[in-house]
């Protein structure tokens, strides 16, 4: 926008304040809310003993914490631990064998699917059977994951991961063969319609970048399955 009022001022200036706007937009909570909610298209399991047909459990990782000397080594991030611990549960309902996911996502950096291999089996007691650790992108977790289990004849399982990431992670795994039963964590609470839902914050900027970063995602796939057809 500042470098269109050079010669179009006008349209440089609607581009500067639509792009002010959007900011402001995306940085409400209640915004960034919505935006999550319309990711989440697959219900969440219900509480107790877990059924069906699947024959394994998948855990998608998602980010590490590098710097953790109270741990003694780098470990799971935020969004990784909450999917670590719903693993953990479903295991618990399921008794199915677990394959975490998740590579090296910065030079010199400890693979994502040893940290949470690890943390589950000290910390939540749940033994994990495969680890993939070179995956970097949802489609990687996706076509690694296949050539682990495939040889095992595995090719129903339950898929880990939050909600707002779950039809992107789904597609992924689909694309790659699998029958997929979903297993989302951390749906999106309803947002309250109070002032302060409508008072920018980090946190919700942060959640609205999630919202973005699936729906160019979905996008891309679409585009590429298109392409290929």
Excluded: C
């Excluded at 611990?85 to 394959?99: D, K, Q, T």
């Excluded at 891309?220 to 399955?225: D, G, I, R």
């Amino acid at each position: 926008g500042w470098l269109a009022r050079r010669h179009m001022r006008r349209a440089g200036e609607a581009m500067i304040l639509a792009a002010l706007m959007l900011l402001a937009a995306l940085s409400m909570p209640a915004v960034a809310a919505l935006a999550l909610r319309t990711l989440e298209t697959y219900p969440p399991l219900p509480p107790g003993p877990i059924g069906g047909a699947a024959q394994a459990i998948v855990l998608l990782g998602a980010e590490g914490a590098p710097f953790a000397a109270e741990y003694g080594n780098e470990t799971v991030g935020p969004l990784s631990l909450e999917r670590v611990r719903y693993a953990a549960e479903v295991y618990r309902h399921s008794g199915l064998p677990i394959l975490v996911s998740g590579g090296v996502l910065a030079p010199s950096k400890r693979p994502v699917g040893e940290s949470m291999r690890d943390v589950l089996a000290k910390e939540f007691r749940t033994p994990v059977l495969w680890t993939e650790q070179a995956s970097r992108t949802t489609a990687e977790n996706a076509a690694l994951s296949a050539a682990i289990l495939r040889p095992e004849g595995v090719n129903r399982v339950l898929l880990v991961t939050h909600a707002w990431h779950m039809p992107r992670a789904a597609a992924a795994f689909e694309r790659a063969g699998f029958v997929v039963t979903a297993a989302p964590t951390r749906a999106t609470a309803a947002p309250d319609w109070r002032m302060e839902s409508f008072l920018p914050a980090a946190g919700a900027l942060q959640r609205s970048y999630y919202a973005m970063h699936e729906w160019l995602g979905l996008l891309w796939y679409w585009a590429s399955s298109a392409g290929k057809a």
